[in-house]
């Protein structure tokens, strides 16, 4: 079936988001957050004055939300880990 992230795409697709939280929360997350701009950007183009959102992401952001995904990664690979979460 996969690694976790494909197991986790998979759930979500099917909306059982717990199960997919369960696979891959870093998965789980963006995804989320992807639709949730996807539907911001739609909702935006469809306004009869359409103005383009401009976000601006900073360099910092970036590399905290580097440091974040290595971090996970890192501790989601620790035996304490399944013990935390599940």
């Known amino acids: 079936m996969g690694c976790g992230g494909t197991r986790s ?3 979500f ?3 059982d988001w717990g199960e997919s939280f369960y696979y891959n929360p870093l998965f789980f997350l963006a995804a989320l ?3 949730i701009l996807y539907m911001i950007f739609t909702i935006n183009a469809l306004r009869p004055h359409y103005h383009p959102l401009h976000i601006r992401i900073k ?3 970036i590399i905290l939300l580097a ?3 290595v971090v996970f990664l890192v501790v989601r690979n620790t035996p ?3 013990a ?3």
Request: charged share 10%; with cysteine; aromatic share 24%.
């Open 9 to 11: 795409i998979q759930c």
């Open 13 to 15: 697709l099917r909306g």
């Open 33 to 35: 957050t992807a639709v």
């Open 59 to 61: 360099r910092y952001q």
């Open 67 to 69: 440091v974040f995904a």
């Open 80 to 82: 304490w880990y399944q």
């Open 84 to 86: 935390i979460l599940y």
